[in-house]
């Protein structure tokens, strides 16, 4: 499986950092999403990825499943 930071600006659609991750079915993934000045940083079960991009300074959050599925208990986004 592949771990991607994506960025969708209408109908564009660019690939900001990737990296090979492990998908093992119906096993939990802790992810931490955090963005700080134009850097974006992801954390999933100990593989961080980074990408800078400063084209948006507000927005929202998508959480993007492809070939699979996407369960959670709880997505929480606020100020860090």
């Known amino acids: 499986g ?3 930071i994506v960025k969708v600006r209408d109908e564009v659609t660019e690939v900001l950092a990737d990296t090979a991750f492990p998908v093992i079915l119906e096993q939990p993934v802790a992810l ?3 963005v700080q ?3 974006i940083r992801v954390v999933a079960d100990g593989t961080t990825l980074s ?3 400063a084209t ?3 927005g929202a959050i998508g959480l993007f499943v492809h070939e699979g599925a996407l ?3 709880t ?3 606020g100020p860090v």
């Open 2 to 4: 592949r771990l991607q």
């Open 32 to 34: 931490s999403v955090t």
């Open 37 to 39: 000045g134009d850097t």
């Open 51 to 53: 990408a800078a991009d």
């Open 56 to 58: 948006f300074r507000d």
């Open 71 to 73: 369960s959670t208990e």
């Open 75 to 77: 997505v929480r986004v």
